[in-house]
């Protein structure tokens, strides 16, 4: 399957929009809903798994300025720790690329070891940030934690998150 390297045809841009669509729509129920989880654990980035799926089906330039933008996005919504989104989606997007000729990512496994790789990044860079930053909330063992379970449930629900983008899932093929 060639990648979308450009956006030529109509089903390619009605295709962009709907990931454009589906990110947004994920952006906003993270923002609305998981961002405020009285859990902290619970509290998942929705949009490292899209990262992948964009970085299966489109060309590596395109997925690294998607996940620019919408790593900037997500650190201006959230305000704290400036470039985390950005330097873990940029990671993702490489990641994805550095290994697809090695595994069948469109395996749901496989998309579960990734996405947990790459949040088990997020969730160390994370919790450097909250041992450096002070906080009086929570014992440092609680922080981390709170950011493994984080993390193993963002490789739980990877595959769910990721599945209406995958090949496959696009009328017309």
Known sequence: MEKLGYLRTA????????????????????AMWISRMPLSALRGDLLLPVMFGVAVEWSTPFGLLWALIWGFVVDVLSGEFWGFHVGSYLVTICLV?????????SNPLYQMALIGLCALGQSLALGFFFVFTPSETMSEASVWMHLAVRAVLMALFAPLIIYPILPGRRSGR
Do not use: I, P
């Open 11 to 30: 089903g390619a841009w009605q295709y962009f929009f709907k990931v454009a669509g589906y990110t947004f729509v994920l952006l906003l129920a993270q």
């Open 97 to 105: 690329n550095m290994t697809a000729e090695r595994f069948e990512l």
